[in-house]
C-alpha cells in the first residue's frame, strides 16, 4: 500500500509540476503579443514582470518536484510505522 501511494505522490506532484512548468512560458507569449501590436515600439512598457513572472512559475515548478520527492520519502520511512494504524480499527462489538 505504500508503494502505490508513493507513486500516486509521484504522479501527482509530476504531473502538477509539469503544468506549471509549461504554463511558464505563457506569460513570455503574452509578452510579446503585446509588444507586437504596438505602432511603434518606443510606446508602453517592456513588461520586465512578465519576464519575472515566468522565472518565478519555473522555480515553483521546480519547489512543486522537491515537495514531491521530500514527500514519497517521508512517506516511505514514516509507512512502516504508520501501517498498524488502521489496523487496529474495527467496528464496535454489538
Not at 522565472?55 to 514519497?72: D, R, T
Amino acid at each position: 500500500m505504500i508503494f502505490l501511494a508513493s507513486q500516486f505522490l509521484f504522479i501527482l506532484f509530476g504531473l502538477i509540476g509539469l503544468i506549471v512548468w509549461s504554463y511558464s512560458d505563457m506569460p513570455l507569449v503574452m509578452r510579446e503579443i503585446a509588444i507586437n501590436t504596438r505602432r511603434t515600439a518606443e510606446q508602453g512598457s517592456p513588461y520586465t514582470l512578465m519576464k519575472v513572472l515566468s522565472v518565478c512559475l519555473k522555480i515553483f515548478a521546480i519547489i512543486l518536484w522537491f515537495a514531491g520527492i521530500a514527500s514519497i520519502i517521508v512517506l516511505n520511512f514514516a509507512g512502516t510505522s504508520l501501517s498498524g494504524l488502521f489496523q487496529g480499527v474495527s467496528a464496535p462489538a454489538p
